[in-house]
């Protein structure tokens, strides 16, 4: 799909209007409003009561008295509120609490009469397929094993080739668990351990990824990340190998209510559940030996959209996709990232597909930062993009992306922002940043960001040296600044550099 044509789909989709889903869980009630039905949507507004529907359903068949009235009021703001931010289409669904209790028909009776809209009960197997597909919409690479963790269930499938496989809902969330066992790991073990010894295909597992999805698992990657100082506080696509998210977990599956207390940033109102959270974790682990576990932010609710697009949508490259809309959105010279991809490819022989399309990419968002003040362009463009909503993407592309636009407006090499964000990449990674930052440099100062120069004013190796060669009707663009910004780029490349006429 072409540039106009993505940015075409871009624009149509913001003309249908915002859409929401309201996610009624068996630990929380959520409401995520987007901007609209497009192949990587901004969430717009994100707000979660924890009513606990779920808390006493394995004793009592029934969802929790107090939480029925906490949801029904929160379903109520949520319709109202969406109302009023013009959302055009709202989803509301509930999952594993109102689907297994005696009375959820009643629960969902009442919420539609304060919703005024139907109510969509997802089944196990729908509940399993829209998480996994919440993942591909993000990860489109992912292979391996999805788990969805809720508070009363587990939903675990199998993806790869950007598609769903063998799939199955479990009842192992942690409320559940809490009070199917009353706190007691060595049972809740068994409980565990016998539900997955009665999935034979989770042996197709192991050595591939395990992608976990849901609050508390991202609790756990939180906690990780503080103890190794990790220096990208993105949790989306965090990968951790296996055998340090079983420490991790083994760890905190033992600790008191007292300790967890003492852990810096973990929310109170998940000190009941991590711990059995933690220990699903580590038993799914121990069952499906994965070579290593990436968190995922994405999940049933982005899967519920994702499912909701044209089969042309769904194609769409996520990465590709968003950084088009941004450098559409913030940039001067939208279409100028794709021919400065382009006329800067000489430079990357010997690059991969995967290198490739992270090129392109990082030209898309190339000018993002002009309206920002000269002396702070550099370090404010690079946070932007380190924490931007970007996916199809992994925290060593993120940083390469972030550090090439942090070069290319000139950013300090020896700052700690560039520390900061070179410290998950490698040296071809992090030399690659560099070359196509001095590049866009000169692609932008070469030619103001007009299109339709750069074709005529090729890069190419001669002899030893790099050449750029200025066609005859552009011979004035010649100048000290375009030479000393070719001459940055040969001396990252270790190569001589000049500019010549056009033959």
């Known amino acids: 799909m072409s540039i106009a044509e993505v ?56 969802l929790d008295a107090e939480g029925v009235v906490s949801a029904h009021a929160a379903i109520e703001r949520f319709v109202a509120l969406s109302r009023v931010m013009g959302v055009r289409h ?27 809209t139907p109510i969509r009960v997802l089944s196990g197997q729908e509940e399993a397929y ?19 963790l809720g508070g009363g269930s587990l939903e675990v499938v199998l993806v790869g080739g950007g ?12 409320l559940r668990l809490l009070e199917a066992t009353q706190g007691d790991k060595a049972r809740a073990s068994e409980i565990i351990d016998q539900a997955l010894a009665g999935l034979p295909w989770l042996d197709q597992v192991r ?9 508390a698992w991202r609790a756990l990657a939180k906690i990780h990340m503080a103890q190794t100082s990790y220096p990208l506080r993105v949790l989306h696509h965090y990968r951790i190998m296996r055998g340090d ?15 967890l207390e003492r852990i810096s940033g973990l929310s109170r109102r998940r000190l009941d559940t991590l711990p059995l959270a933690a220990l699903i974790l580590d038993r799914v682990l121990k069952a499906t030996r994965p070579r290593d576990v990436v968190f995922s932010s994405y999940g049933l609710r982005e899967g519920l959209l994702f499912s909701r697009l044209s089969a042309r949508e769904r194609a769409l490259d996520p990465l590709i996709d968003t950084s088009v809309e941004m450098g559409a959105r913030l940039g001067r010279f939208a ?67 972030a550090l090439a636009i942090y070069a290319r407006y000139d950013g300090d090499p020896e700052s700690g922002a560039f520390r900061q964000a070179s410290a998950v990449m490698d040296e071809r990674q992090v030399l690659a940043a560099r070359v196509i930052g001095a590049s866009l440099r000169l692609g932008h100062c070469l030619t103001g960001g007009t299109p339709g120069i750069l074709c005529d004013c090729p890069l190419s190796f001669v002899d030893d040296g790099l050449v750029l060669t200025l066609a ?14 070719l001459g940055a780029i040969g001396r990252l490349i270790n190569r001589p550099t000049k500019v010549v006429p056009a033959a």
């Open 472 to 485: 005859a009707r552009h011979a004035d663009l010649d100048g000290e600044v375009v030479q000393r910004r």
């Open 335 to 401: 279409e100028h990232g794709e021919e400065l991809a382009q006329w800067m490819t000489p430079l990357f022989g010997d690059e991969s597909p995967a290198e490739k399309r992270l090129r392109l990419a990082t030209c898309h968002v190339s000018d993002i930062g002009w309206r920002n003040h000269p002396d702070y362009r550099a370090q404010q463009t690079l946070f932007e993009i380190l924490r931007g909503p970007f996916v199809g993407i992994d925290h060593p592309g993120r940083a390469q992306m």
């Open 90 to 116: 709202l989803d509301i669904v509930a999952t594993a609490a109102v689907r297994d209790a005696n009375d959820g028909a009643d629960f969902v009776a009442k919420a539609e009469e304060l919703a005024g």
């Open 207 to 215: 050595g591939r990824s395990f992608f976990a999805v849901g609050g």
């Open 130 to 148: 829209f998480s996994a597909e919440g993942v591909l919409s993000a990860i489109p690479e992912a292979d391996g094993l999805v788990g969805d």
């Open 163 to 174: 598609q769903v496989g063998a799939q199955a809902t479990l009842p192992l969330g942690p």
């Open 245 to 259: 998210v079983r420490d991790l977990s083994r760890v905190i599956s033992n600790l008191s209510r007292e300790s």
């Open 7 to 62: 940015a075409g789909t871009r624009t149509r989709t913001k003309q249908a209007g915002r859409i929401g889903v309201v996610d009624v869980g068996s630990n929380s009630v959520r409401l995520v409003v987007y901007e609209g039905a497009g192949r990587n949507p901004a969430a717009m507004f994100n707000e979660k009561v924890l009513c606990g529907l779920g808390r006493r359903l394995a004793s009592t068949g029934k």
